[in-house]
Structures are given as C-alpha cells and as structure tokens.
C-alpha cells in the first residue's frame, strides 16, 4: 500500500479515553485516496436528488471523487446512475444538464444508448455505411450502471457494489422515521442552495452531529433550543445525530404555519432530529418540512454542500418557503467558520486528533469510530491480497 499508515486503534477506543481521526486524514491527499475507497465507494454515499431531474428524460452529468456519473430519469420514470462515458473510447457523454430527446448521443462517433443504458446504435463500426459488426455485441456494452437506491428523495450510490442492501443497511434510521415515511415535496429553486467550504468533508459531518456548539455558534438559535433541550442519536457502524424537544414552527404574517406530514405523531409537535447518515448525507425532519445536504468531498481540504428542503405539500406559500430558506442558510452559514478553522488546525503537527467529552461528543466520536473502522478493514483487504 502507497502512502502513510496512520494508527487508528485510540480512534475506536471507548469515547471516555478515545482520541480523534489524525491530521493525515484531514490534509493527506494519499489518505483521501484511500478513504475515497474505504469508506465513500464502499458504502451507500449521497450522490443528489431526484428533483435535479424533475421529468423523464432529463439528464444531469456529476463528478463524484473524480468519476463521471450521470443521472438519469429514463422514459419511464426510472432513476438510474450511469458512468457518463462511452463504451467505444470512453468519451463523455453528456457534459451539461438537458433533456434527452431521443438516445444519448457520443459525440466522438456518434454511438448511442436509451435512457434504460441499452446499446441501440452503432454506425459505420463495420465500415461506412456497414452499422454493425460481429465483434461488437450491443447487448454487452450498454452504458455501466452504479448501483442506486432512492430514500427521502436522495440518490444513493454503491460504487463498488458490495454493500448490503440499502434497507438492510438503513433499517434502524428508516424504523425511526417510520412516521415521515410520506411524500416529500421539493420546495423548487428557492428552496436549494449550495454552500463551498474550505474542509474536508468529515469535518462538516462530525460538526452536525452534535449539539455542544449551539451557545457559542448558533445564538440565535439557541436562545429557544438550547442545549438542554436537546438529546444525542446513535447507531454505531450507521448514523448518529442529535434531537431537539423544542421546535418552533415558521409563521407568516398572518400566522399561517406550513402543512404537516400527514399522521406524525404528537411526539412531533415540538421535536425536531438531524442525523448524519454515514458517510455523506445530513438529513433533518420536522412536523411541517423536511431537508437533505449532501456534502461532495471535492478534494482533502475542500467540501461543497448541496442543501435542499422539502415539504408535506406541493403547494406552499412562496414567501414563507423563501423566508424558511433563508433562516436555514444562516444557520448553516454560521458553521463555516468552525469546520474552516478546524481544517486549518488540522497542520499543527502536534495535535493528536484531540479528545472527546464523553457526555457531549459521543455522535461524533461514535462518527470517527466508523470511519476508522472502515479504513482497518479496507487495509485488512489489501494486506491479504498482497
């Protein structure tokens, strides 16, 4: 194995006298390598959502880690994953966001493919005007799909394609919010945003596991949830996260409050829980509205996050969707400085991946012993095979 071995065995230590990830795995650009295969490709990781491609057709190309995907809706409605390449010399299929009309076209020799990945036009391979040939067998070179489950309107990809099945993999989270298993709405284009920030990804995901930062990061919220309001989510080797008893509905200025899921619990009323779902995904659920980030890793110290929210209802007040975004952006917003400063401690060449507080910071650790242990076993994999 090429790069640096860190040791990982005080990361999976009981939280009370656990140390954190080392700063190789924040700013080695050998150790995003390895995690890029230990621990995104392996397991379910977020890719988007499907309202980037809203109707049948549409087409989105996405980089992930360096690989060329594209989602697609195909005529049938279908989500599928593709590698947005072509399977003749490998060119790019699509390059910008359209609508798929006909087939996918290569624009290098002009072979083509259905939305479903079929093969379905080759010419001129057997010689001009010849559009076939016995060595090209159509029906073994459809486009490569990736492995894709759909869940609270996020797209879900295996890379490697031997995770356990995404409900089998989920089941704890998917029973928990058995109750918001309806419908979600996506709230449109005043309803995304996108947010670059200068972390590594993990960074982004141990800081929303948590609630120790509210006093001090999030006064605005705080000053009705506080800290005591709010309760730990754990579910080892899954997700974890945080809960709050305190949640206040948006009002407009006729005091109108967004519809609620239909059938959620009394426990909902004034209970809100955000969780990480490992690796990649923050999710939050509320009475009335919903939301998923995405975080992209784009490099070792960059992350770019895609935020969306959803709602009970496709009809809701635009105003009050635009006023809901604006609140969550500036608290998300008010993150950035403290993942950022977090990656930059990252260089000091002392710090030992830094402690956790047993009673506030098990999310998190409960986090970093996930990704450690997934780096062991990726190791364990490449050390048998030498």
């Known amino acids: 194995m090429s790069g640096p071995i860190t040791d990982l065995s005080a990361v999976r230590r009981p939280v009370e006298n656990a140390q954190g990830l080392p700063n190789a795995h924040y700013i080695d650009p050998d150790i995003f390598e390895e995690e890029k295969h230990a621990v995104l490709f392996s397991s379910w990781a977020g890719l988007a959502v499907t309202a980037d491609i809203a109707e049948n057709g549409d087409a989105v190309p996405i980089t992930f880690l360096g690989m060329p995907l594209l989602l697609v809706r195909d005529k049938g409605g279908v989500v599928r994953v593709f590698q ?7 060119m790019i299929l699509v390059e910008e966001p359209r609508k798929i009309e006909g087939a996918i076209r290569c624009p290098y020799h002009s072979w083509c493919y259905s939305t479903e990945g079929r093969l379905v036009s080759t010419p001129h391979v057997g010689g001009p005007g010849q559009n076939t040939h016995e060595s090209i067998n159509r029906n073994e070179l459809g486009l490569i799909e990736v492995r894709s489950h759909i869940w609270r309107d996020v797209v879900w990809i295996n890379i490697d394609g031997k995770a356990l ?5 989920n089941a704890d989270l998917i029973a928990r919010w058995a109750e918001f298993d309806k419908p979600l709405f996506h709230g449109g284009a005043d309803s995304a945003f996108q947010l ?27 000053s009705y949830s506080r800290l005591e309001d709010h309760y730990h989510i754990e579910k080892p080797d899954a997700f974890s996260g945080q809960g709050t008893l305190v949640y206040r509905q948006l009002k407009g200025e006729q005091g109108q409050v967004f519809e609620d899921f239909e059938g959620v619990g009394e426990k909902w009323n004034e209970a809100a829980e955000y969780v990480a779902v490992y690796p990649n995904v923050l999710l939050g659920v509320h009475r009335d509205h919903a939301f998923a980030i995405i975080l992209v890793p784009e490099n070792e110290g960059r992350t770019v996050e895609n935020i969306h929210l959803y709602y009970a209802t496709p009809e809701t007040d635009a105003q ?30 002392h710090f030992d991946g830094g402690r956790f507080s047993a009673v506030m910071d098990s999310p998190t650790h409960c986090f970093h012993a996930w ?15 030498e």
């Open 165 to 169: 099945p995404f409900e089998e993999e």
């Open 196 to 222: 670059a920030v200068d972390c590594n990804w993990k960074l982004a995901v141990e800081n929303y596991c948590e609630s120790y930062h509210l006093p001090w990061v999030h006064p605005g919220l705080n």
């Open 320 to 349: 009050m969707r635009v006023e809901n975004t604006r609140l969550w952006k500036l608290v998300f917003e008010e993150d950035i400085f403290v993942v950022e400063g977090m990656q930059k401690g990252r260089h000091a060449p």
């Open 371 to 385: 990704v450690a242990g997934r780096i062991e076993a990726h190791r364990g994999t490449a050390q048998a095979a």
């Open 84 to 90: 947005n390449i072509c399977r003749h010399r490998g």
